[in-house]
């Protein structure tokens, strides 16, 4: 593969990483925000909010191809110490949400039927769910700002 190519696809999967981690960002980001305010709801009015959850299991495709893009970024500048960091720091993250995931939040999804029913044990459950997400939010901003500053520095580097 010719430089030129190498870096035009270089640059195609730094984009395609970084859009994909700013997609994750928005659930994540949406959860941490709103913390506070759920863990201060009656049990009653959480169930109902919990609600609006249903078909943000479609935001598994974009933490895929965010998985996918950071290991590849990685793998594309393999020889550049400070890129490859920056991207297998990324990867980190993004992989380090689907531990937390698939470690805390989806055992309390399943205990609640996905928030249909209210599980038993509603606080410790509630608390682990929340805080798994903020948790999962702060790990996807850490994502971006990886990309971002090897996007950055690659930028200044030139």
């Avoid at 190498?6 to 994750?24: E, I, M």
């Avoid at 937390?100 to 055992?107: D, K, L, R, S």
């Amino acid at each position: 593969m010719s430089n030129f190519a190498h870096n035009a696809v270089v640059q195609a999967v730094r984009a395609v990483g970084l859009l994909s981690v700013a997609v994750c960002l928005i659930p994540t980001g949406a959860h941490l925000a709103e913390l506070s305010s759920k863990m201060a709801m009656a049990p009653a009015e959480y169930m109902i909010v919990q609600r609006i959850y249903a078909g943000w299991a479609l935001f598994g495709v974009p933490i895929a191809v965010a998985l996918a893009a950071t290991f590849a970024s990685a793998a594309f500048t393999w020889s550049d110490r400070e890129q490859r960091c920056l991207s297998l720091g990324a990867f980190a993250c993004v992989a380090a949400t689907q531990v937390i995931f698939w470690t805390f939040t989806f055992p309390m999804n399943l205990a609640s039927h996905n928030w249909t029913s209210q599980p038993p044990d509603f606080e410790a459950s509630r608390r682990q769910w929340e805080y798994s997400h903020a948790a999962s939010g702060i790990l996807m901003l850490c994502a971006l700002c990886c990309l971002v500053l090897a996007a950055v520095r690659r930028r200044r580097c030139r």
